[in-house]
């Protein structure tokens, strides 16, 4: 919550502080954000490992961030709908699989840069 009397930068630096609280909370607290930090954890290995180039890292991390953001506001919208309405209710339901469709879409946008990464790194595997 703001104060009256922060100044600009006292501001940034207490949202900046609520920023980090909210991360580890996700961290912590989250299995979907566990699971997709793990899938960053290992696709980051993958990179290292096959040496990908540079713009290849900023597609990688940009897919990461992509679905690590959508996997966080399902979260907050899941958690403000059982907040508001606890019990079962269509149109939260509604609410929820929209919320969790946004999600999906940055996963499988996520694929498809992976895919364009590493499926000619790995048939050269074989």
Known sequence: MKKPNDGFLKGRLRSFKFALKGTWLLITTEDSIKAQLFVAILITILGLYFNISNIEWMF???????????????????????????????????????????????????????????????????
């Open 60 to 126: 990688q991390f940009l897919a990461i961030g992509l679905v690590l953001v959508a996997e966080s506001l399902n979260t907050a919208v899941e958690k403000l709908a059982d907040f508001v309405h606890p019990e079962y209710h269509e149109k939260i339901g509604f609410i929820k699989d929209i919320a969790a469709g946004a999600a999906s879409f940055a996963a499988f946008i996520s694929l498809i840069i992976a895919g364009f990464i590493y499926i000619s790194k790995i048939s050269l595997l074989f």
